[in-house]
Structures are given as structure tokens and as C-alpha cells.
């Protein structure tokens, strides 16, 4: 079902549930895996998974794949389905769990930060540290022999 094609009930119905508003919400502000969004959600990730499945099919967010890692974001909508979530915005910001979503969003950014400047700072050593452990040395030096 397209956002811009589909019936008013059922894409109604999509953004009635309110895990899916704060899905949204969270989607508005950056993209996130995810595992980073069953975080900043505190929920299951397969819980999330079966929200961002609905939401998807809706085309209201695109996904993009990175290794393991699966991406979500807003979707560009057009005509009565982009005025409908534009209305909404403003309302994300009322919804009971907004700030311990901020909270939790925050969090999980700054953990991307610092995954990020870690293997940004060892990736000059990297052919060295990886065959320390493909020569099993790295292994031993780990367990103390």
C-alpha cells in the first residue's frame, strides 16, 4: 500500500498506533538501524521489526541495507499523505514516551560516535592487529601464554 495511493482509513489506521508515531518521530531526526532504533525505543527488536514492517509497506519509510546492518528513514511523501504527516509533527512531540525516546536517542548517537572513532582510530593498524589474530598470536597474547 503507497502512502500517496492508499485508502484514507487504512493509512489512517497505519498512523493510529503510537509505537509507530514515536517510530516516526525517532525517523524524523536521523537514520537509524535497526537495532539502534529498538534501543532508543527500549523495545524488543523484533517488536520493532514488525512496526517498521508496517510502515514500510506503507512506503512512510525506506529501508537500505549495510552489510548486516538494515537502515530506516523517512520516506519523501507527496500530496495528501505528506500534509497528513506534516500535521503530525508537531503532535510527536506530545506523545507520553517523546523525552525518554530524546533520552535514549542520545545515547545510542553517542555510542555510534564513539564505535566510529575507535575503528577510525585503529584502521592504520589494522593488517597488523588482524594478522596477529589470523596467526593465532593475537589469541595467545589475549589468553596470558
Not at 6 to 23: H, I
Not at 95 to 103: E, K, S
Request: aromatic content about 4%; overall charge neutral; hydrophobic content about 45%.
Amino acid at each position: 500500500m503507497r502512502a500517496e495511493t492508499a485508502s484514507p482509513v487504512g493509512f489512517l489506521r497505519v498512523l493510529a498506533d503510537e509505537t509507530r508515531l514515536r517510530v516516526l518521530g525517532l525517523l524524523a531526526e536521523t537514520e537509524l538501524s535497526v537495532g539502534e532504533l529498538a534501543r532508543a525505543l527500549a523495545m524488543g527488536q523484533s517488536r520493532v521489526s514488525n512496526h517498521l514492517k508496517v510502515l514500510r509497506e506503507s512506503q512512510l519509510i525506506v529501508e537500505r541495507h549495510e552489510g548486516s546492518f538494515t537502515y530506516c528513514r523517512m520516506s519523501t511523501l507527496e500530496g495528501s499523505a505528506a500534509q497528513v504527516v506534516g500535521a503530525l509533527k508537531p503532535a510527536l512531540e506530545t506523545l507520553p514516551d517523546r523525552q525518554a525516546d530524546r533520552r535514549r536517542l542520545a545515547s545510542v548517537l553517542a555510542d555510534r560516535a564513539d564505535s566510529r572513532a575507535f575503528f577510525d582510530r585503529i584502521a592504520g593498524d589494522w593488517d597488523l592487529i588482524g594478522s596477529d589474530f589470523a596467526l593465532g598470536t593475537g589469541r595467545l597474547e589475549v589468553l596470558g601464554c
